[in-house]
Structures are given as C-alpha cells and as structure tokens.
C-alpha cells in the first residue's frame, strides 16, 4: 500500500489537512504521531470478516523485526527505547512483527506479518511508481501471488479436499484397517446367517442349547 503524507522531522510528526465537520469550508492543519495500524482479518464467504489481530508500529520508535516467522515474538514491543529505529533515518525495512488480540484484557499473539516499509520523498516515489497492493504497475517491490496453505479454502466448497488433506492423509492406514476389520466382521456375520441348518445347529449344541 502506498500513503502519501507530509513529515515534520524537527517535531517527528505527521502532518494531515482535515476538515473539522462537514460544514466547514477550510481544512486545518493537524500534527499527528507517525504511527502504522496494522490489522489482519479473515476472509468469509457468507458473514463480515472477523479480525484476526492487529498492532501498531510507532515509525519513529519502531521495534525491530525478526528475520523469520519462528523467531517473531510478542516480546518484540518490549524492546528497549535505544534498540528501537526510526524509519525515516533508516528509510527501508522488512521483517516480521506480531499481530495480537486484546479483547479478553491479555495480549494473545494470533498472527505474525511479514512487512516491508519503505520510506520516499516525493521525487524518488515519482521515480519509482507503485500500485496499490497488486495493481499496476506492481513494482518497487513486486508482489507475487499469496503463497496459501492448502487448507485455506472453504469447507463448503471443497468437502472432500478438506476431508483429504486433515483425515485422509494422516490416518489413511488406520481408516483402511478399521474398514477392513468390518469387512470380515460382516462378511463372517453374513456366512453364520446363511450356513446350512446342520452348521447352525452345531453351533447352537455348542453353546449349550
């Protein structure tokens, strides 16, 4: 996603021009803390999205990331005030930063991001366009398709993929065995009930009757 805004660097803060209401005519001016709010939702077919986690990301005193998702932690905000950078000295990152939920009162990390942030003065961002998301021209970085798991699909779509990949391909010899232990339980049932009379009534001598 590409933002555009106005940086005070003595002050370290945003600058936005809002209007106050719907009636006023002229926008005023607002100083605002530099920081990215990041939220992740999920994607439904037949209800709203459900958010899935979500941080903020302070580009003035930001956490530094982890190189791989393993590593990525919520104890990434504790980062001491020295270790932490400022996007706009260091003008590129890229790493994994946690995502969390907060509603029950606890920070529960629900999710990591891999994110790249990429700060540019006016000139340079007209030298290097870029789309929003996927659009073109999808460059600077390029951004290739989602690399999904093959269970992210949906169940009422796809029964019986699902049904493969999470029973099938996990428990395939014990699905079989059990199948065919019931196969001889009915087959053997099926020869007792149609055995000649003389075999039933060995059987029944047998048991005593």
Known sequence: MCYDFDYLKPEQKVVSFQ????????????KLEPVLHVQVYDYDTFSSN???GWCELSLVNLPPPTKTSKECKL????????DRISIFDKKKIRGFWPVFDDSMGEQELTGKVDLEIE????????EKPAGQGRNSPNQYPTLEGPNRPMTSFNFLFNP???????????????????????LVIVLLGLFIYTSPQA???AIYSAMGR
Request: hydrophobic share 45%; net charge negative.
């Open 19 to 30: 209007r106050k209401n719907f009636f006023s005519l002229d926008k005023e001016e607002e």
């Open 50 to 52: 459900d958010l899935i």
């Open 75 to 82: 104890d990434i905000f504790d980062t001491p005030t020295k």
């Open 119 to 126: 700060i540019l003065t006016g000139a340079d961002a007209e």
């Open 160 to 182: 019986l993929k699902i049904f493969k990949i999470l029973i099938w391909d996990k428990m395939k010899w014990k699905i079989l065995t059990g199948f065919i232990i019931l």
């Open 199 to 201: 075999i039933n009534n």
